[in-house]
């Protein structure tokens, strides 16, 4: 007689999810579903979270604010294109899992978190699952990261009124950055920003609903609910 030691008792969890949340929706990039694949959602969430950790919504991850559903996660990380020995810069790090997920697919992942609870928590759960490609930064991600741009992409995680002019100078020549737009609680569009030759071109993407952009010392978090489509 002989047992097989099942290691992640959540795997079955995670295929399902990327089989039908994210596959079905259309995501057919390959580096992107295996990073859904890999990356254990669960370590991410509080621990009385960790039943629903890979369900089609938000969570909550403590002082009112959510991990996105995965969905979104994958939607933002597939519109940036990412390659391996690309560097990314994200704003708004709230659990880390979106950066998790980039971290799995590109070079060096640099995120910036304004509530200091949630980027050091965020910064301690990704070196225990063994992310040494992911910089941890508390600060007012509205200035960027200069001193380690430019990058070959951004992607922000709350709701700006307008996309920071800091970001836009700190993306590479063809660089992309996906960015919610749009006043708290009022219509949002998610934005894509392209970077070539010297010009910026903006597109219109999907209509969501973040969190706003904090510049002070009020908690943000990474989302709120996606208007689904």
Do not use: C
Not at 94 to 102: C, I, K, P, R, T
Not at 114 to 124: H, P, S, T
């Amino acid at each position: 007689m002989f047992f097989i030691l099942q290691t992640d008792p959540y795997q079955s969890k995670r295929e399902q999810m990327v089989k039908t949340q994210i596959v079905a929706r259309g995501i057919s990039n390959r580096e992107v579903i295996e990073a859904m694949l890999k990356v254990e959602r669960h370590k991410l969430v509080p621990e009385n979270m960790r039943a629903n950790a890979y369900s089609d919504s938000p969570l909550p991850i403590g002082g009112g604010q959510t991990i996105s559903q995965p969905y979104i996660v994958a939607y933002m990380t597939d519109i940036l294109r990412p390659k391996p020995g690309m560097t990314v810069l994200e704003v708004g790090t709230g659990s880390g899992y979106q950066a998790a997920v980039l971290a799995e697919i590109v070079k060096e992942v640099y995120t910036i978190e304004i509530v200091a609870q949630l980027g050091l928590r965020a910064e301690k759960a990704l070196k225990a699952m063994g992310y040494d490609n992911i910089h941890v930064k508390i600060g007012d991600g509205y200035q960027g990261w200069p001193e380690k741009g430019p990058f070959d992409a951004i992607i922000v995680t709350a709701a700006a009124q307008k996309i920071p002019p800091p970001l836009i100078a700190q993306l590479n020549e063809g660089g992309r950055m996906i960015i919610p737009v749009g006043p708290s609680g009022g219509a949002q569009q998610l934005m894509l920003v392209e970077k070539s030759k010297g010009k910026t071109k903006i597109t219109k993407m999907l209509p969501v609903r973040f969190v706003p952009f904090t510049r002070d010392s009020l908690q943000h978090g990474e989302s709120s609910t996606l208007n689904m489509h």
